[in-house]
């Protein structure tokens, strides 16, 4: 058996494929176009969630091999703003989600998955773009193109830690705004999905609301931006290429909590390179679920309006925040009803039209054979 495999990334999803493979014996070899992992991250503050799974998202990863070498905080409360104004309290009994920074900095997330890599043996090239790849590899390439956009500032602070988020359309449409706080250092980001070229308006007003309601100091702000790509296909396993992560459209629909995707699509095909399954087989039977789940939020979430915002918060306030969170994000006999006309709606914006689609080698393209490209199949 040839024990030899390329990764075209040294993201989340390509990385955790790494450490799986060369924990195995494999010897792999991870290419990534920029100088260093976490290139189109600012050593901001995300959500690591926990709610999607009755399994703690850390002893998750535990469970796949992943040391928890890097910093991480849980957050089990926090403030959901509305438009009417109002500071909503949430308390849940476990972390709701995990804070965690994203960037190239030692204290990343990235970096630490870096350090974990290479400790077991993995050769990463960087500032090495592979634009064509005719052998066995993992595409783990992220995002194609912006279907959600994030606008945001990274700062220094004397506030305490906390968490906030708003669902406003005036300050996020269609998708919601957040600050984060940890030991001196915060985060603003406007998460929205619609009327992108307004992202630094919506970005301003976010701003101006933390900083009222919260007494907020920014001191040293540096912006950010960052895309999330959504798309579906029938198969991921294409001419000799698994697709993971984002270069899958392995994303959450509804608010954009991808990370937890990563992890497990880039552990579940090195596994199926391992024990020489079907990575397709096993995608569609534990993520497949959730994603068509998560199109249906999608396709509910925008059709609520200011007072089903107010409504939502509320709900999260008075009950289990935890609890309603997973329910909504694990399939039901109504969503899977649903997610015919959802998956319909929300297809690829990704369109490349160069590609002869026959036994094509390129890596950075989103080209199917047999149309696909757009929706799930069997």
Known sequence: MNKKIDIIGAGIAGLTAAITLARDGYAVTVFEQHADVGYRFNNDFQGLENWSSKIDIMQELASMGISLNFDYTPYSNGLIFTSRGQAISMQSRIPIFYLVCRGSNSETLDYALRRQAEECGVVIKFGKRIETHDGRAIIATGPKAGDIIAAGITFKTDSPDMAAVVFDDSMAPKGYGYLLVRRGKGTIASVIFREFR???????????????????????????????????????????????????????????????????????????????????????????????????????????????????????????????????????????????VAVKIYTSRVKNRECNHVDCTCVWCTCAKNGQLGVFGN
């Not at 096993?282 to 609520?304: C, G, H, I, M, Q």
């Not at 915002?309 to 999260?316: D, G, Q, S, W």
């Open 198 to 340: 307004k992202a630094s308006h919506y970005l301003t007003m976010c701003q101006e609301l933390f900083k009222s309601r919260l007494t907020l100091d920014i001191r040293e702000p540096k912006k950010f931006g960052g895309f999330g790509n959504f798309f579906m296909r029938k198969y991921q396993n294409r001419n000799n290429k698994l697709y993971v992560g984002e270069a899958a459209g392995f994303q959450d629909y509804l608010w954009g909590f991808g990370m937890r995707y990563a992890f497990r699509s880039g552990y579940l095909a090195a596994k199926s390179i391992i024990e020489e399954s079907d990575y397709d087989m096993a995608w569609k039977r534990n993520l497949r679920p959730s994603l068509e789940t998560s199109v249906v939020n999608r396709y509910l979430f925008e059709r609520l309006g200011q007072r089903g915002y107010h409504y939502f918060a509320n709900k999260l306030s008075t009950g289990e925040p935890v609890d309603i969170l997973g329910k909504n994000y694990n399939p039901s006999l109504v969503k899977r009803l649903l997610s015919g």
